[in-house]
């Protein structure tokens, strides 16, 4: 896998505000927010996209989820959020290193985003 903006905060090559941090993730702001909460749940792991993903991956993988949960609650907006995964190109990914998106901080009905 190519290095991204992604691998290169991990590694502290470039500054990031960290919101979380554990041994298998990261989590940040998203620098071009839809939301008034927009933040990025990054594992370290380097997995291209979730279609890359392996039944190695699925502790991490739960990790993630779990994380999502806990940041949730951290930013007060654990009573209604959303949790978006964009895979490949087709389905909007620009980052090619898988991250979560929580989303966050208005009223949001079926049909948003």
């Not at 993630?64 to 087709?90: C, D, F, H, P, W």
């Amino acid at each position: 896998m190519a290095d991204t903006v992604f691998s290169k905060i991990i590694a502290g090559e470039i500054p990031s505000n960290k919101l979380f941090e554990d041994e298998h993730c990261i989590v940040i702001p998203d620098i071009n927010p839809v939301a008034p909460v927009h933040v990025l749940v990054i594992p370290k792991k380097p997995i291209e996209k979730l279609s890359d993903a392996n039944p190695e991956d699925q502790a991490l993988l739960g990790h993630l989820m779990l994380t999502v949960g806990k940041v949730a609650e951290q930013l007060g907006v654990s009573n209604g959020y959303r949790v978006v995964i964009n895979n490949g190109e087709e389905g909007g990914q620009t980052v090619f290193h898988l991250h979560v998106h929580i989303i966050a901080g208005f009223a949001m009905k079926e049909g948003d985003m």
